[in-house]
């Protein structure tokens, strides 16, 4: 299985914050969920990737071909939803569709009108009258409706109710269904990556935390529940993150360190919160 992204010591540095040599892979026919806090460096990461903003050190292939080298041909093959809609709110759906055939050579203006009535959107009204889930909803249209064969998301699910997420989440895997297509999905939504992710990548504060298949993370990590006293008999050590609440102490461990023990499921935000709020043994 060849990788469809590889990023090696990527590193960028401003007045207050580093990215700091972030290296992962997305091998080709998954979906990897990009997540951290507020300000932990995704968005960076993201315009790093779509050769927006310049690199410090590092290197990133997509396809197998530098980023930088190979910018204008590798972007026929990304669709791309950022957090915000770029075009102008004097435009509608149908000049958007004249306007992406001169810039994809791909463009499949059929497929495009298809996702415009699964959406419900609109074909001639200026944009400025659409809510910001609409907006989000024709950003997705557009960036599947070129033949990409990566996705890069970020927040694509953000702003729109839950019926229509899941909506879109079930494109999302009918789209990698071929196995040439692939998904990089930057979300605050962890259910969201939970339903759809084979990986996880996980930065905090500008560095890498784990790279994890999603499968192995839920198995591999869980939540223990114990009073202050059994907290205090725990070998030192052997809990990854701990928080104290009125009844004693939930604590972020390894099961496999924890047999013989109850350890509850633990989901991907809450792993997520132990390790950026919960405190060292």
């Not at 990527?10 to 300000?39: H, Q, V, W």
């Not at 071909?65 to 669709?79: C, F, M, P, T, Y």
């Not at 419900?120 to 997705?140: D, H, N, T, V, Y």
Request: proline share 2%.
């Amino acid at each position: 299985m060849r990788n469809v992204l590889e990023i090696n010591g990527l590193t960028k540095t401003y007045d207050r914050f580093t990215l700091d040599n972030i290296s992962f892979a997305l091998p080709e026919g998954s979906i990897m969920g990009f997540i951290g806090e507020n300000g932990a460096g995704k968005t960076t990461t993201i315009k790093l990737i779509l050769n927006i903003i310049n690199r410090d050190k590092g290197k990133i292939k997509i396809f197998g071909r530098d980023n930088k080298v190979d910018d204008a041909e590798l972007k026929q093959d990304i669709g791309v939803v950022l957090d915000e809609i770029n075009f102008p709110d004097s435009l509608t759906p149908r000049n958007i569709n004249q306007f992406m055939r001169h810039i994809y050579s791909n463009w499949d203006q059929q497929v495009f009108y298809n996702h415009l009535d699964q959406f419900a959107l609109p074909q001639c009204k200026e944009l400025k009258s659409f809510s910001r889930g609409m907006k989000m909803k024709l950003s997705i249209a557009v960036a599947l409706s070129h033949n990409a064969k990566l996705l890069i998301l970020d927040e694509p699910t953000s702003g729109l109710d839950p019926v229509v997420r899941d909506e879109i989440l079930d494109i999302f895997l009918e789209f990698i269904q071929d196995e040439q297509h692939s998904i990089f999905l930057s979300t605050h939504i962890t259910s969201d990556i939970e339903k759809v992710a084979d990986y996880i990548t996980f930065i905090h504060q500008g560095k890498l935390v784990f790279v994890e298949e999603t499968d192995q993370l839920l198995i591999r990590y869980g939540i223990l529940k114990c009073g202050l006293q059994e907290f205090a008999k725990l070998e030192p050590g052997s809990v990854l993150r701990y928080r104290k609440n009125r009844f004693g102490v939930d604590a972020l461990v390894e099961r496999e360190k924890f047999e013989g023990f109850t350890v509850d499921n633990a989901t991907i935000e809450e792993i997520m919160l132990f390790i950026i709020r919960g405190e060292k043994q």
